[in-house]
Structures are given as structure tokens and as C-alpha cells.
């Protein structure tokens, strides 16, 4: 079997790291098991070791189009803290019930691991980092998953996006999310993700269009101005 193809790419200042995949079917495949420990909107896999063969079946019958596996083809980026990357390597590398590493998330860790990052189960930890993917040349996509690392890595970044979202009540936003499988707890990233860089068009008219969002972006944009310069970035 061939080793899976990951280019990685650092995002400075920040200790973010972007892996770029040559489609979205290798991308998914690598991540699937990995993400879906980190924020699955069930209980049944998130934190839990398990087969991929358990997830694709149960997500065929949450999500996919009849019973079909759809899921490569519905996430377009990934982002995932560098704790809950190594609460998974140590969950899967030990616990039977996982089956052990796959050959891709094998790669993954090595493609890592090369580059020196080895991550630590503290969150807290100084070296600490986050993850991004995404495939293709899509500028939309690798600009919200971004937005994820800023608000794991740059603490008053988090508190400020959080403080305003906290005052929106942003209803049909958070049941749309919920709809389509994001875990609860991790709605106000998704929120200031999307609302600042997109895909718009993956949300409905009711949600992009509403007064309400309009006026979050607008305070949400004052934030990030002060955070972030996408012309001033340096990626290596």
C-alpha cells in the first residue's frame, strides 16, 4: 500500500501547522477516526476507541444519502488540538476495541513526528499546537480552518470571539449545526468560523442573510483585526 502523501506547512507566528492533502477522499480517510474522537456528535465515539468499520456504518444510517458513506465528501477541512491528538494515539495504539492504528493515521503520526512535533495530553502544555487540513487549492476552507487554530492557540483571541458571541442568541445557526453533526460544545468556534471566512454558502439564506449575522460578523471582524493579517502571515 502506498504511504499516504501529506505536505506540512507552519503558520506563523502561531505553533499551527497546515496539512495539505491531494484530495478530499485522502484527507478524510486519514482523519476520519481522529476527529470523530475529538468532537463526534455522539457519545458512542467521541473520546472512545473504535473500528472504522463501527463509524461508517453508523454515520451512513446518521447522515449519509441511503445508508451510503458520504463522509469524505461532506467535510472539507479538519483542525484538531495537538492534546487530543495524543490522547488518540494513546487510546488507539492500546485499547483492543480500536483495531490498532490504521495504515493512514500511521502515516499521519510519522508525517508529525518528522517534523518534530510530538504532542503531550496537557492542553496546557508550552509546545502545545493545532493541526489544520485541508485538500485542493480552496482559499475559503483554509482560511476558517485558521480561524480554528486562532481560537485554540490565542487565549484572549478565544475570550474576546466568546464574550461577544455569548450575547447573540443565534438560534436557527445553532440548530443547523447541530443538524448536520457538530458536537455542542464546540458551536461558538464553528459560529466565528464561519461567520468570519465561510463557506457562506454552505449555510441557508435564513442563517446568512439574518440581521443578526450581519451584525456578529461586523463585531467579530473588529476582533480579528487585532489578532490576525492575512497579508502579514508567514508560512514555511
Known amino acids: 500500500m502506498s504511504k499516504t502523501q501529506i505536505k506540512i506547512k507552519q503558520i506563523k507566528p502561531w505553533r499551527l501547522f497546515h496539512l495539505q492533502f491531494k484530495d478530499d477522499y485522502e484527507m478524510g480517510m486519514t482523519f476520519v477516526r481522529l476527529q470523530e474522537f475529538y468532537?463526534?456528535?455522539?457519545l458512542r465515539f467521541r473520546g472512545q476507541a473504535f473500528t472504522l468499520e463501527q463509524y461508517m456504518d453508523w454515520y451512513s444510517r446518521e447522515y449519509g444519502n441511503g445508508g451510503v458513506f458520504t463522509y469524505t465528501g461532506d467535510w472539507e477541512g479538519y483542525n484538531v488540538p495537538s492534546h487530543f491528538f495524543a490522547c488518540?494515539?494513546?487510546?488507539?495504539?492500546?485499547?483492543?476495541?480500536?483495531?490498532?492504528?490504521?495504515?493512514?493515521?500511521?502515516?499521519?503520526?510519522?508525517?508529525?513526528?518528522?517534523?518534530?512535533?510530538?504532542?503531550?495530553?496537557?492542553?496546557?502544555?508550552?509546545?502545545?499546537?493545532?493541526?489544520?487540513?485541508?485538500?485542493?487549492?480552496?482559499?475559503?476552507?483554509?482560511?476558517?480552518?485558521?480561524?480554528?487554530g486562532l481560537f485554540y492557540l490565542i487565549p484572549e483571541y478565544r475570550s474576546e470571539i466568546?464574550?461577544?458571541?455569548?450575547?447573540?442568541?443565534?438560534?436557527?445557526?445553532?440548530?443547523?449545526?447541530?443538524?448536520?453533526?457538530?458536537?455542542k460544545d464546540v458551536l461558538v468556534d464553528e459560529i466565528q468560523?464561519?461567520?468570519?471566512?465561510?463557506?457562506?454558502?454552505?449555510?441557508?439564506n435564513s442563517v446568512k442573510r439574518s440581521k443578526e449575522v450581519r451584525n456578529l460578523r461586523k463585531e467579530l471582524k473588529s476582533i480579528e483585526k487585532k489578532y490576525y493579517n492575512r497579508r502579514n502571515r508567514n508560512v514555511i
Not at 39 to 42: A, I, N, T, V
Not at 98 to 121: M, N, Q, T, V
Not at 133 to 139: Q, R, S, V, Y
Not at 162 to 183: D, P, Q, W
Open 88 to 148: 488518540f494515539l494513546k487510546v488507539f495504539e492500546s485499547d483492543p476495541r480500536s483495531g490498532g492504528l490504521r495504515s493512514r493515521e500511521c502515516d499521519l503520526k510519522d508525517a508529525l513526528f518528522k517534523r518534530g512535533l510530538i504532542p503531550d495530553i496537557n492542553p496546557n502544555h508550552p509546545q502545545r499546537y493545532q493541526i489544520i487540513a485541508t485538500a485542493g487549492k480552496g482559499l475559503v476552507k483554509f482560511e476558517h480552518e485558521i480561524r480554528h
Open 39 to 42: 468532537e463526534s456528535s455522539s
Open 162 to 183: 466568546e464574550a461577544v458571541i455569548k450575547r447573540y442568541k443565534l438560534t436557527r445557526f445553532r440548530r443547523m449545526l447541530l443538524k448536520v453533526g457538530y458536537f
Open 193 to 204: 468560523a464561519y461567520v468570519l471566512t465561510g463557506p457562506l454558502d454552505d449555510l441557508p
